[in-house]
């Protein structure tokens, strides 16, 4: 299973940016999909996860501005990023819980990770 994450750049503060990950592969299902990131020097820390079911949780910081969305439709998530402020640089990482065909089993994906800066 791969996932592959797009839509990272730079952006001024209060500027939007939308990001997508899209994962491939021998997927059977997806429980949950969702977006971690880490900043220079910080641990890396939750963004926004979705599942399948339609349950979404959001890190304190990114309430009312972050917007995650997607999963069932084409094994994609999104995450749409509106007044983006300098603490919200990182790098951006795509996570999945798949299930797995052959046999099917429960694995964690991450993806390689897309650049966010926010600067003017």
């Known amino acids: 299973v791969q996932l592959q994450a797009s839509g990272g750049g730079l952006v001024q503060p209060g500027g939007s940016l939308r990001l997508s990950c899209a994962a491939s592969?021998?997927?059977?299902?997806?429980?949950?999909m969702g977006w971690y990131r880490q900043a220079p020097g910080k641990q890396r820390e939750l963004v926004a996860t979705?599942?399948?079911?339609?349950?979404?949780d959001y890190a304190d910081s990114v309430k009312g501005r972050f917007t995650i969305s997607g999963v069932n439709a084409k094994n994609t998530v999104y995450l749409q990023m509106n007044s983006l402020k300098s603490e919200d640089t990182a790098v951006y990482y795509c996570?999945?819980?798949?299930?797995?065909?052959?046999?099917?089993?429960?694995?964690?994906?991450w993806g390689q990770g897309t650049q966010v800066t926010v600067s003017s």
């Open positions: 996570n999945a819980d798949v299930l797995v065909i052959g046999p099917i089993s429960l694995h964690d994906f």
């Open positions: 592969g021998n997927i059977f299902s997806i429980n949950r």
């Open positions: 979705i599942t399948s079911g339609g349950s979404i």
